[in-house]
């Protein structure tokens, strides 16, 4: 009996070319699609994980500096007296000034305080001179470096090595000052006639760290337990 073939491939014949093709183009696509979103899911992980480590820097740097401020040292009037031709500088007094860095601002601060760490194990406590100042340590990346010396403090101010380092990535570092009166200034000198030999009553942080393309801004005020007030000449 003649028997008529069936139309169309027998399975057993294989796959053609164009099937093998058509299902290799399929997986591609969809190996892209997994392999893409593991890549957005990994990449959104490291991205959590920095901006984590930034924001504890961050506020482990302001928390320092909040502790060291709150326990700032001045001497008050009328023990205080109003520098001359031939006085030495009060060693309580305040300084602040401003430089610019890659194009930013950093102040260097110095004060004294009661929130002396002790280093090198060495647990002697008194009021410390404190010290906050910028160094660069690549081009345009910057480091907070803080200075704290007890009693007899250097004559002039020398950044150190050793000096620990409040913050990293650093992009800028400004403090404002305010007086009693709420005014407000961008630098301070407790010495000088300019700002009535008075200290700030209150000090604004705003610091600027990470990525310079995507930076994180913080900042912070500070009321001053502790501050000297001389009435302005009239």
Not at 132 to 159: G, H, I, K, S, T
């Amino acid at each position: 009996m003649w028997i008529r073939p069936r139309c169309g491939r027998s399975h057993a014949n294989g796959f053609t070319l164009l099937e093998i093709l058509v299902a290799m183009s399929i997986f591609a696509i969809v190996t892209t699609l997994i392999f893409g979103t593991f890549e957005g899911v990994f990449s959104s992980a490291d991205h959590v994980t920095k901006s984590s480590a930034i924001y504890e820097m961050a506020d482990a740097c302001l928390g320092r500096i909040t502790t060291d401020l709150r326990a700032i040292h001045v001497m008050q009037t009328p023990r205080y007296k109003k520098p001359d031709m031939d006085s030495e500088p009060d060693i309580y007094r305040v300084e602040a000034k401003n430089e610019t860095l890659g194009g930013e601002t950093f102040t260097q601060m110095r004060f004294t305080s009661l929130a002396h760490l002790p280093t090198g194990g060495r647990f002697a406590e008194g009021i410390a001179e404190i010290v906050y100042y910028a160094q660069e340590e690549e081009n345009d990346v910057y480091v907070l470096r803080r200075a704290d010396n007890l009693y007899p403090y250097p004559e002039d101010f020398e950044p150190k090595e050793t000096d620990p380092i409040l913050c990293e990535q650093v992009l800028s570092f400004k403090l404002l000052f305010f007086d009693k009166e709420g005014r407000e200034q961008e630098e301070w000198n407790s010495e000088d006639d300019d700002y009535e030999y008075s200290t700030p009553a209150a000090v604004k942080v705003e610091l600027k760290i990470g990525d310079p393309e995507s930076p994180y801004e913080f900042s912070t005020m500070i009321s001053l337990p502790m501050s000297r007030y001389i009435e302005p000449k009239r």
